[in-house]
Antibody, heavy 120, light 108 residues
Framework: QVQLQESGPGLMKPSQTLSLTCAVS??????????WSWIRQPAGKGLEWIGR???????EYNPSLKGRVTISMDTSKNQFSLKLNSVTAADTAVYYC????????????WGQGTLVTVSS | SSELTQDPAVSVALGQTVRITCQGD??????PSWYQQKPGQAPVNIFY???IRPSGIPDRFSGSSSGNTASLTITGAQAEDEADYYC???????????FGGGTKLTVL
């Protein structure tokens, strides 16, 4: 069974760069069957897809984040990471990492989520 | 860009049938996936593809799709089904994914 675990700072200041890591166990992030996504959820609100990276190394991002996002992977550590530049209070949310099957398309595995608060 | 629209809240009497809908242009091209989220927990995938229910998901959950509308049906709702439900689909014009705004289901 694939398991995902997010890690990163819980509290940040505006304008800083958010860095989160998702450690994957029980499966290889190099598997061609999967892509690996970041999804966030502000308190009391809905889910927002941030972006993903696939085994090929190809990435896709939510256009609404206006080029602030970078997702990378480290196959030697079996983990993938999110960087979000120039954070503001609007980036305060629970951040989830998820494993996504492409065919048929769905998010099969989820981390427990990590709360990131942006506050001065 | 594509949007997926869901009713914010739906209620159902215990044991009755409820349908949660999701509307969007992308659904003309792609089947949605559906997620159940209970307070303080990560979402759980409960339906995807044309007609696929993951292992461990009760068969009272079913999905359908026609035109720009997809539906998640719970036949014989149970108290434990009270949760938020989200649909998700690939955007039809660019390679990104969008979630519906979510539907809060109350079981009366």
């Amino acid at each position: 069974q694939v398991q995902l675990q997010e890690s990163g700072p819980g509290l940040m200041k505006p304008s800083q760069t958010l860095s989160l890591t998702c450690a994957v166990s029980g499966g290889s992030i190099s598997s061609s069957s999967f892509c690996w996504s970041w999804i966030r959820q502000p308190a009391g609100k809905g889910l927002e897809w941030i972006g993903r990276i696939c085994a090929s190394g190809g990435t896709e991002y939510n256009p609404s984040l206006k080029g602030r996002v970078t997702i990378s992977m480290d196959t030697s550590k079996n983990q993938f990471s999110l960087k979000l530049n120039s954070v503001t209070a609007a980036d305060t949310a629970v951040y989830y990492c998820a494993g996504q099957w492409d065919l048929p398309d769905h998010f099969d595995y989820w981390g427990q989520g990590t709360l990131v608060t942006v506050s001065s | 860009s594509s949007e997926l629209t869901q009713d914010p809240a739906v209620s159902v009497a215990l044991g009755q049938t409820v349908r949660i809908t999701c509307q969007g242009d992308s659904l003309r091209s792609y089947y949605p996936s559906w997620y159940q989220q209970k307070p303080g927990q990560a979402p759980v995938n409960i339906f995807y593809g044309q007609n696929i229910r993951p292992s461990g998901i009760p068969d009272r959950f079913s999905g359908s799709s026609s035109g720009n509308t997809a539906s998640l049906t719970i036949t014989g709702a149970q108290a434990e089904d009270e949760a938020d439900y989200y649909c998700n689909s690939r955007d039809s014009s660019v390679n990104h994914w969008v979630f519906g705004g979510g539907t809060k289901l109350t079981v009366l």
